[in-house]
């Protein structure tokens, strides 16, 4: 059974950085693509970044240069250093692992404000 724990998500000023975490179990995960998608209030789920089993990244333009996605496959953990953070990014945070289906964490809140 898959198990993705998202954890770091929290209060931030505008300006400020977060790093999430997102530690996997149940599956093999170096062979899998995992990323993580956000959603606020009203809003469609959108993806945040992406990272390949082969290491290739992806990120939409509102989030690219500001956060970087990285994985390391000894601890089955996929991170998101976002920096620079703006009060849009306030969203709840999902992880997710993708092979042949997705599944997903329980998402963790990140919220920036003064």
């Known amino acids: 059974q898959v198990q993705l724990v998202e954890s770091g998500g929290g209060l931030v000023q505008p300006g400020g950085s977060l790093r999430l975490s997102c530690a996997a179990s149940g599956i093999i995960f170096s062979i899998y693509s995992v990323g993580w998608y956000r959603q606020a209030p009203g809003n469609q789920r959108e993806l945040v970044a992406r990272?390949?089993?082969?290491?290739?990244?992806n990120y939409p333009d509102s989030v690219k240069g500001r956060f970087t996605i990285s994985r390391d496959n000894a601890k089955n953990t996929v991170y998101l250093q976002m920096n620079s953070l703006k009060p849009e990014d306030t969203a709840v945070y999902y992880c997710?692992?993708?092979?042949?289906?997705?599944?997903w964490g329980q998402g963790t809140q990140v919220t920036v404000s003064s």
């Open positions: 990272i390949t089993s082969g290491g290739s990244t």
């Open positions: 997710y692992a993708h092979r042949l289906t997705d599944s």
